[in-house]
C-alpha cells in the first residue's frame, strides 16, 4: 500500500499549526481514520538558540519578576512549524483516499500553509518518507 503525504509549512504561526492538528483529531476520531490518516509536527530543535535564551537574574527595584518573565517572552524564538499528514488508504479505498486528499488543503487552518501533496511516484517521496519516519 502506497502512502500519500501532504506536507503543510505553517511558518513561525503555530497557532495555526494548532488549529489544524485539532481539525485532523477531530476528523480521526468522526470518521474512524484511526491508522489511514497520521500526523507528525516537524520543529527544528536548535539547542544553540535555547541556550541563548537564557538571562541573568535582574537585580532592581519593585517587580523583577515580571519583568524578567516580560524580557523572556520577548526573546522566545520563533521556529518553522511544518506538518506531515500521512493517508495510508487501501487499494479499494480510493475514492475515500481521493475525497480526503481534495478536501484537507481547502480547509481553513490548512490553505495558508502553501500544501504540497506527495505521491509515490513524486522525486520527493522517499526522502520525505524517511523524514516521517524519523519524526517523534
Do not use: C
Amino acid at each position: 500500500m502506497a502512502h500519500i503525504y501532504m506536507l503543510f509549512d505553517f511558518a513561525e504561526d503555530e497557532e495555526k499549526a494548532q488549529q489544524a492538528r485539532h481539525k485532523l483529531e477531530v476528523w480521526k476520531q468522526a470518521f474512524r481514520l484511526d491508522k489511514k490518516l497520521l500526523y507528525k509536527f516537524d520543529r527544528p530543535a536548535d539547542d544553540e538558540e535555547t541556550e541563548e535564551v537564557e538571562e541573568k537574574p535582574v537585580k532592581t527595584k519593585g517587580s523583577s519578576k515580571s519583568r524578567s518573565k516580560a524580557a523572556k517572552e520577548e526573546e522566545v524564538v520563533k521556529a518553522p512549524v511544518k506538518l506531515l499528514v500521512r493517508l495510508a488508504f487501501s487499494g479499494h479505498e480510493k475514492l475515500s483516499e481521493q475525497r480526503w486528499i481534495d478536501r484537507i488543503p481547502t480547509e481553513e487552518p490548512f490553505q495558508a500553509a502553501s500544501p504540497a501533496i506527495i505521491k509515490a511516484n513524486d522525486e520527493k517521496y522517499e526522502e520525505t518518507e524517511k523524514q516521517f519516519e524519523n519524526l517523534g
